[in-house]
T-cell receptor, first 113, second 112 residues
Framework: KAGVTQTPRYLIKTRGQQVTLSCSPISGHRSVSWYQQTPGQGLQFLFE???????NKGNFPGRFSGRQFSNSRSEMNVSTLELGDSALYLC????????????FGEGSRLTVL | GENVEQHPSTLSVQEGDSAVIKCTYSDSASNYFPWYKQELGKRPQLIID?????GEKKDQRIAVTLNKTAKHFSLHITETQPEDSAVYFC???????????FGTGTSLTVIP
């Protein structure tokens, strides 16, 4: 069974631009969540989707948004990029409705110049 | 929201010794506490978890303890091996769903 796939793996943007990251969960997993990983801050929760509905949202500004499609694939978008948005963005899927094991993708490393 | 603190941030032990990583959480409603291991350049993976109705759970050389009154939980690794070297993250969850609040991580180095 294929794992969680994230694209692109690396990208470089400049301040003010926007970016869209994609995540394909493990087949059959309906829960998809996104985390921002930075040195010293660990993993910070962005949002979680289940069956196309956003169930939970972390404490990030409105520039961060996401969505989930009927095939469970998910995208997250960051608009008006800031230098502080440079991070590894991890997507994770789970087969369980709640408190499930997270299966992480390899991440999309975003650098904002 | 929930706030999870993790200590120490770095830990070095001799091979064969034990390692202990401690986490505290702020919201008494948290009821699920997983631990993830992230090896260098790899994705985090679940190694053990505990629910609030259990005080201790073991899986071979690793164990997790939970003290709900004090709102802290700990990861114990016995007989450490070089392959245990990684960053370990604790997490807590209080909502329905798969929203987790992670600690800032502990970088464990096992010295052969």
């Amino acid at each position: 069974k294929a794992g969680v796939t994230q694209t692109p793996r690396y990208l470089i943007k400049t301040r003010g631009q926007q970016v869209t990251l994609s995540c394909s969960p493990i087949s059959g997993h309906r829960s998809v969540s996104w985390y921002q990983q930075t040195p010293g801050q660990g993993l910070q929760f962005l949002f979680e989707y289940f069956s196309e509905t956003q169930r939970n949202k972390g404490n990030f500004p409105g520039r961060f948004s996401g969505r989930q499609f009927s095939n469970s694939r998910s995208e997250m978008n960051v608009s008006t990029l800031e230098l502080g948005d440079s991070a590894l963005y991890l997507c994770a899927s789970s087969t369980q409705y709640s408190h499930g094991e997270l299966f992480f993708g390899e991440g999309s490393r975003l650098t904002v110049l | 929201g929930e706030n999870v603190e993790q200590h120490p941030s770095t830990l070095s032990v001799q091979e064969g010794d034990s390692a202990v990583i401690k986490c505290t959480y702020s919201d008494s409603a948290s009821n699920y506490f997983p631990w993830y291991k992230q090896e260098l350049g790899k994705r985090p993976q679940l190694i053990i978890d505990i629910r609030s109705n259990v005080g201790e759970k073991k899986d071979q050389r690793i164990a997790v303890t939970l003290n709900k009154t004090a709102k802290h939980f700990s990861l114990h690794i016995t007989e450490t091996q070089p392959e245990d070297s990684a960053v370990y993250f604790c997490a807590a969850s209080l909502n329905t769903g798969n929203q987790f609040y992670f600690g800032t991580g502990t970088s464990l180095t096992v010295i052969p």
